[in-house]
């Protein structure tokens, strides 16, 4: 279909459809250039509307750093929401690129980002809408080359047959790599199986086609061959040694979103070695920005964009080397704006209040912690070890600094977890909220979070089963009857919500035909409530003989071979299976900023920490190789 006749059926339809914003692009600091004055045109797609994708920090530092390129073109593709997708195939419209309104299928390139698994029924949707084959076998030389990447690709397996290529790990050099490849095949282009065959060679590159599981009787998996010479072993993460500068010309967008505000990533990576958390593992090492340079980018975003909001983001901010500098500098150099500065992620303890203390505006979202669970014993489980009493004394530093609301968030589920576990959460709530009343009366309000807990790839706890439906239930119901009366809320996740994370998390490349299934039968949105159909994904296991419950309530042997092995996130498996016994006898780790516990980072990456030496690391240095020098000694 011809661009003006895409547009010309579009403005017949927007006016039909609800927030015809989402669909028509224009917005303050999109990039637009002349598509034939580029070689290489990439489509950046969110796969869910456009109010959730595009604050995406991970697809807006691509967007940008693609387009500063003189010789590409990035612009952006979200999914339609049901009106407007009933509308699209009704009118035959093809899913299109907001910035020049072409195609998805004609572009070289399509990424996807995956930040979480309820997404993969909306990948397919993707697909279909832009007319692109679902499988990567079917696709010609003259379709797009669909790659994916963020946390949830760390195991691709469950939508392996669905890409080309997958890349792991950290994408603002590995972007430029896939570029590269596709440009210099491009101008001799054969096969697609010699582009694939030139992607493999990338570091932190997995091609899934050039795999093949093979399973045992009891489902688990024998083995993994390769079938290619190019494709490694174990596909290693890639890494950037030092964060670009982060992006600061946001797109504004034509509605309202889940956030309008500037996010400047301050560091990535967690040294907190929390044994459930997924992206603490694989996001390690820990790397600073340096406070000059996240003052600038504040300021310049807020030139660029003119948001009310500053979020500094990471996944523990307290642990900031500079962090009290940059609070500081951060509230002057704002000063004339009349904004909210967010700072999440923060320890419980008082000098989290003194942070929060500095930042203008900040009492008007209440003041959050996360303690995950209740008793001492459970905390030193999951390593995050914060006594009870330290958790009170917070609390009543807060109510009494003037915030009225503190939100708690716990996971129900933890392994060995007890039904007086769970009581404990309801009875810690109580007693912060008695805390607030001593400060300031009636004032004082709680509002307890609770999620279940799904035991994730590269974690200590990939090794165990999550609750049973009947558990999960059990539990949820304790704290319904609980948390109830003045000053109390409690918000809590659907609990078949919980199990579809479990398997599409854990599962294998078997689930790939469960998950199209379940899109033929109409999944899709799956991460919203009003659209989520538990019974379709039953019926669609049903369909294939597959047991949901090999893949959440199954306790793993120590030496089995998972779906993921042949990821590596730069923690080796010894390690997470020794966090893992260290759970189970309670034993916590301490913070590895205190000292390197040989996680398998710095083997892998040695020659990078070498050859970027300084404290934006926080693994230990890597000393220089000595050179060898012959000294050929003449009569």
């Known amino acids: 279909m011809d661009k003006r006749t895409l547009v010309s059926r579009l403005e017949r339809i927007l006016p039909t459809v609800e927030k015809p914003g989402r669909y028509f692009g224009g917005e303050l600091n999109q990039v637009y250039k002349d598509w034939d004055s580029v070689k290489t045109h990439v489509a950046l797609a969110f796969p869910d509307i456009y109010d959730i994708g595009v604050p995406n920090l991970g697809l807006t530092i691509l967007y940008h750093l693609l387009n500063e390129r003189q010789d590409v073109l990035a612009e952006r593709v979200y999914l339609p929401w049901v009106d407007m997708e009933n509308a699209m195939r009704q009118n035959g419209i093809p899913l299109y690129a907001l910035e020049s309104k072409t195609p998805v299928s004609e572009f070289d390139i399509l990424g996807i980002t995956l930040p979480y698994e309820t997404l993969y029924t909306n990948v397919l949707n993707l697909l279909d809408l832009a007319r692109i084959p679902l499988h990567s076998s079917q696709r010609t030389i003259r379709d797009p080359l669909v790659i994916a990447g963020g946390h949830a690709v760390f195991n691709p397996e469950p939508i392996a047959p669905f890409f080309d290529a997958f890349a792991i790990g950290e994408g603002e050099e590995i972007i430029h790599d896939i570029v590269n490849t596709y440009q210099a095949w491009k101008e001799h282009p054969t096969s697609r199986q010699d582009l694939l065959a030139e992607l493999a060679r990338i570091e932190g590159i997995y091609v899934p086609s050039f795999y093949e599981p093979e399973y045992k009787e009891d489902g688990t998996i024998r083995t993994i061959h390769r079938l290619h010479p190019n494709a490694p072993a174990q596909v290693q993460k890639r890494l950037v040694a030092h964060l670009p500068k982060p992006p600061t010309r946001f797109i504004v967008p034509s509605i309202s979103v889940v956030h309008n505000r500037v996010s400047i990533e301050i560091m990535r990576g967690c040294t907190r070695g929390c044994r459930f958390c997924h992206a603490g593992m694989v996001t390690r090492p820990v790397r600073e920005r340096n406070v000059d340079e996240i003052v600038s980018a504040v300021r310049e975003a807020l030139e660029a964009t003119g948001f009310e909001e500053v979020a500094l983001l990471s996944l523990s901010s307290s642990d900031y080397t500079h962090i009290l500098d940059l609070v500081s500098r951060v509230a002057a150099e704002t000063s004339d704006h009349y904004l909210t500065i967010s ?19 900040s009492r008007q979202g209440g003041f959050t912690l996360a303690p995950e669970a209740a008793t001492e014993r459970m905390r030193n489980m999951i390593n995050k070890p914060i006594s009870t009493q330290q958790l009170l004394d917070t609390a009543r530093e807060i109510y009494a600094r ?195 516990f040989a996680c398998g980072i710095l083997p892998k990456y040695a020659d990078i920490r070498r050859n970027n030496p300084g404290s934006h690391w926080k693994c230990p240095e890597v000393p220089r190789r000595p050179i060898k020098v012959n000294i050929e000694q003449t009569a």
């Not at 996971?411 to 769970?422: A, C, F, K, Q, R």
């Not at 409690?490 to 994370?501: A, D, I, S």
Request: proline share 4%; with cysteine.
């Open 343 to 361: 700072l999440p992620s923060l320890r419980i303890e008082s000098f989290s209040v003194n942070l929060m203390e500095k930042l203008r505006g």
């Open 402 to 596: 003037g915030w009225t609301t503190i939100k708690l968030y716990f996971m129900i589920g933890h392994p060995s977890e007890t039904i007086e576990d769970v009581q404990a959460i309801a009875d810690l709530c109580k007693a912060v909220l008695a805390e607030g009343k001593k400060v300031i009366g009636k004032r004082a309000t709680l509002h307890a979070g609770v999620s279940t807990f799904v035991p994730k790839p590269h974690t200590p706890f990939q090794w165990v089963a999550c609750d049973t439906l009947d558990q999960i239930e059990s539990k949820q119901a304790l704290l319904k009857r609980e948390l109830r009366g003045p000053g109390l809320k409690l918000t809590w996740n659907n609990p078949y919500e919980t199990l579809m994370e479990a398997w599409l998390s854990r599962g294998d490349r078997r689930l790939a035909k469960v998950i199209e299934t379940a899109w033929q039968l109409g999944a899709k949105f799956d991460a919203w409530q009003d659209q989520f159909n538990y019974a379709v994904w039953q019926q669609a296991f049903a369909m294939h003989g597959i047991d949901p419950a090999f893949y959440t309530h199954r306790q793993r042997s120590k030496d089995e071979i998972f779906p993921w092995d042949h990821i590596f996130s730069g923690v080796r498996k010894a390690y997470l299976l020794s966090e893992y016994h260290a759970s189970l006898i309670e034993k916590t780790q301490n913070d590895c900023r205190q000292g390197c």
